[in-house]
């Protein structure tokens, strides 16, 4: 299994610019999430999917970011236009159909995209 | 306002000795708590978990304690190995269980 893939694995850019991130979750999973590591308030969730419908979106910081998961298999994370503040490190992660224990500790995370917004 | 904190950023322990690592949290409707670890370049992998029902749950040489009426969780690691460097992220959940709630991090060196 090539566990939850994100692309790019890093992402220079410059303030004002739109960034794409990018994951793929693992086959099977119907859950998915977006999280962002900062130094100032560590990882933080951001937006939440299941089946591919969101579900709770109030971790995402303002209206410059937007999330899609147009299928099982791949979610976008954008930020339109970026900011310095943006820099940060995001994660992807998904999670198998909660069965009647426990899902949380199968919640597997992609290796992150370290975003520079300069 | 965090509710999920780990007041110590880093922790440096000598290899064979015991590392605690302390998180604290403020939402009484927690009721279930994960520890992630964390190296280098990668994502968090699940570590240990503790139900609210039990005060210990152990699993070779980790161990974590939950003290339900001062909010307050640790993870011990016995004995502590140079590759139990990483950074530990405590976790935690309401009865509704769809997401987690993460704490800062705490970074742990195990010098040889």
């Known amino acids: 299994d090539a566990g939850v893939i994100q692309s790019p694995r890093h992402e220079v850019t410059e303030m004002g610019q739109e960034v794409t991130l990018r994951c793929k979750p693992i086959s099977g999973h119907n859950s998915l999430f977006w999280y962002r590591q900062t130094m100032m308030r560590g990882l933080e969730l951001l937006i939440y999917?299941?089946?591919?419908?969101?579900?709770?979106d109030s971790g995402m910081p303002e209206d410059r970011f937007s999330a899609k998961m147009p299928n099982a298999s791949f979610s976008t994370l954008k930020i339109q236009p970026s900011e310095p503040r943006d820099s940060a490190v995001y994660f992807c992660?998904?999670?198998?159909?909660?069965?009647?224990?426990?899902?949380?500790?199968?919640?597997?995370f992609g290796p992150g995209t370290r975003l520079l917004v300069l | 306002d965090q509710q999920v904190k780990q007041n110590s950023p880093s922790l440096s322990v000598q290899e064979g000795r015991i590392s605690i690592l302390n998180c604290d949290y403020t939402n009484s409707m927690f009721d279930y708590f994960l520890w992630y670890k964390k190296y280098p370049a990668e994502g968090p992998t699940f570590l240990i978990s503790?139900?609210?029902?039990?005060d210990k749950n152990e699993d070779g040489r980790f161990t974590v304690f939950l003290n339900k009426s001062a909010k307050h969780l640790s993870l011990h690691i016995v004995p502590s190995q140079p590759g139990d460097s990483a950074v530990y992220f405590c976790?935690?959940?309401?009865?509704?269980?769809?997401?987690?709630?993460f704490g800062g991090g705490t970074r742990l060196m195990v010098k040889p």
């Open positions: 976790a935690a959940t309401d009865n509704a269980g769809n997401m987690l709630t």
């Open positions: 992660a998904s999670s198998p159909p909660r069965g009647t224990t426990r899902f949380l500790e199968t919640q597997y």
């Open positions: 503790i139900s609210s029902i039990k």
């Open positions: 999917f299941n089946n591919n419908v969101p579900i709770d």
